[in-house]
Structures are given as C-alpha cells and as structure tokens.
C-alpha cells in the first residue's frame, strides 16, 4: 500500500523532524506586533459606526388588496367546443372508428372521430324534428352540480 504525503509528513513530525511551515508561520505572527501607520495628511475623519449598529431605512412593500373577481353570467358561445365525458359502449365506440377509417380510405383524409359524432347527433336532430329546450330551472340546477371527478369510496 502506497503512503500518501499526509501519511509521510505526521511520521516527520512525530520523530522530531521540521514542523510544518504553516505552523511556524502563525508563531511567527503572533509574536510580532502590529505596526502603527503614521498619517502624514492632518485631515481629520470621523469614526463611523459599525455596521451591526448602523440604522437601515426600511420602508415596508405596499398591502395591494386582491380584488376577488366578480361573478358575471358567461355568455356561452353555442358553436364553441368543450370537452365532456361520459361512458359509451365499447361496440359504439369500434363503430366510430370504422366510420372514420372508411372515410379516410376514401379521401377524407382529415376526418376525425369528433366529426363522426357531430354528424351523428346532428342526423339524430334531424330525424326528431323540433326538439324543445330544458326549462331554465334545470339548467340552473345542472350548473350547482359538483364538478369533476366522483370520488370512488364516499
């Protein structure tokens, strides 16, 4: 096993051999003294306070009161998109998804499974004729409805 030169250097100290310069560098420097520097400018200074009892000027940051928002009525864009779940058969499912194949096969080559859809509900609505609207109690009592996901063990 190789000695390292830490290994080497307490075996020197420990037969008698030189200290390490370091050591005799601090003995050197605490036997001197400190030497005073003669000013040869007569100009006069003041003491200046050490940091620790120097006052700081602590202006505190301004309280900016969040304004909560204010509840307004959205107004629903009937024509824009929002995602929804819902179960649906796995054999409708499959069956969207042929749909969609047979169509890029024969060159609607951006069709998606969301279009299917929309044109299914849209033929639904067709062949139903006029469907009448879901009275305004409902769709108040829709929107108190808990949102998200249900939890599993309740």
């Not at 420990?14 to 390490?20: A, F, L, M, R, V």
């Not at 036997?31 to 202006?59: C, F, L, M, Q």
């Not at 969207?96 to 299917?116: E, F, M, P």
């Not at 299914?120 to 469907?131: H, N, P, Q």
């Amino acid at each position: 096993m190789k000695k390292k030169s830490a290994d080497l250097f307490k075996v020197i100290t420990k037969s008698g051999g030189p200290e390490h310069p370091l050591k005799s560098l601090a003995k050197n420097t605490e036997r001197e003294e400190p030497e005073e520097i003669e000013d040869d400018d007569d100009t006069e200074y003041e003491e200046e306070e050490p940091v620790s009892r120097r006052t700081t000027s602590y202006r505190p940051k301004p309280v900016i009161e969040q304004k909560k928002p204010v509840a307004r009525p959205k107004q629903v864009d009937m024509n824009s998109s929002v995602r929804q779940t819902f179960l649906i058969r796995m054999s409708m499912i499959e069956a969207i998804k042929d749909i969609v194949y047979y169509k890029k096969v024969n060159g609607n080559l951006y069709c998606t499974q969301q279009d299917v859809v929309e044109e299914a509900i849209e033929a639904l609505l067709e062949k139903l004729g006029d469907v009448p609207e879901r009275p305004e109690e409902e769709r108040k009592r829709e929107q108190q409805k808990k949102r998200g996901r249900k939890k599993k063990y309740e």
